[in-house]
């Protein structure tokens, strides 16, 4: 295990794809990569950030770095993925020049699905807690101060909120006893267009309210002075949170690919729905902020605190309430599978240990490092240093400094590393596809352009230049 450069051990596991899961089609391809995408990173962090940052100003450098740096770096982790079909750790020795330490990127990567889904699963538990309670019914109102009140009920309680939490972990550990394909691909191919669905819905009905035309100039009439260092990093983080990318589920789920799969494409169009899917949960969220008179930075709480109001108006607006947080709750649960399946499957193939014994083991970790996380408005809310409770930490850690880091690093391995020619050998499927073209582009890209630009973001946004 400790010899340098692609070892026989990897490369037989490598082989070993009848003892993989694998995608079965090319339709389970995208739904599967959609559903690790979609999830409360629209619903929940799309929204809250773009009201945090200012609008307009922060949604335009998402959509930038989303084109320039999200997507060809998710093209680069799918076509390392599926040419080494392995875990992040064993793809990377495989791939990477003899003794390289290029493996260490699936090691940081595990460390980052930790952090990560240490505050995703508390959110997650927010949004299962609200479910229940919009069926109980007093959930529903437009008075601000009303839906506050609901939610910090909720966060404030340890309980609840430890054991909320509890119940999202046992409920994705007992999907992912299933395995890839039937757990995945099932639950996401079926319910996501109604997701969709819902979500045009409530966008096209709270586009009537009053507040409308002020949320469509806070949503897209950039203000400009707005747009600081610091917004400018978290959009970029929120672009590679969205995408999954920075950290190897994308790796890992490219190695599921099926050796048909237009990479490129798969990656366009599960960039295109995903932004559609936050556009839209924008939509729905600011027409109601602006016209029951919430604040748009309210922060983590926003989705939560305004979603019950614009139900409040409508007919049938308990059953509708529940409906929405149970489609964003098997949302959350396709992406939550998504982190899951790195550290899993890098327990299981590099470390030997059985399927569910890895994802037990993810499970207890992840219960002693959610707690933090949960209890930090409770337990734990005088616990702040640095002025960040627990669960912010880890989520600006992650977004804001982890997964940057990661591009970094996956950019410089493929522009550097790896190889052009079999970078393109990915992106064309040995030339069955046009795509060499470019595989070229997107190749200097990640050569000279990607790495630099990712990094100047990240020590403006962290005040190295300012000298704060
Ligand atoms: N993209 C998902 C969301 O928006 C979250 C997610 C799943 C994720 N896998 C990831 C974020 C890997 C970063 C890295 O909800």
Redesign the pocket.
Known sequence: MSKSGPSSTDASRTHATTSRGAFSSSLGVLAATLG???????IW?FPSLTGANGGAGFLLIYLLSTLFIGLPLMVAEIAIGRQARANPISALRQLQPRGAPWWLIGVAGMAAAFL?MAFYSEVVAWVFAYVAKALSGNLLSSDPVQTQASFDALVRDPVQALLWQWVVLAFIGGILLLGVTRGIEAATKRLMPLLFLLLVLLGGYSLTLPGAGQALSFLFAPEWHKITPAVVLTAMGLA????????G?MMTYGSYFTAEQNIPATATRVMLADLSVSLLAGMAIFPAVFSFGFQPSAGPSLVFITIPAVFAQMPGGSVLLAAFFLLTAIA?TG?ML??MEVPVVILHERWGLSRPRATLLTLLILGLLGAGCALSQSTLAAFQPGGRTLFDWADYLSSNLL?PAGGIAIALFVGWAWGERAFAAQLSNHGQLGNQGLARVVSLLLRWVTPVLILLVMLAGLGVFSGT
């Open positions: 690790s995408a979609v999830g409360l990173g629209n962090k990560i590679f949170f969205k995408l999954s990318i920075g950290m589920t959350a992406a998504s982190l997964l």
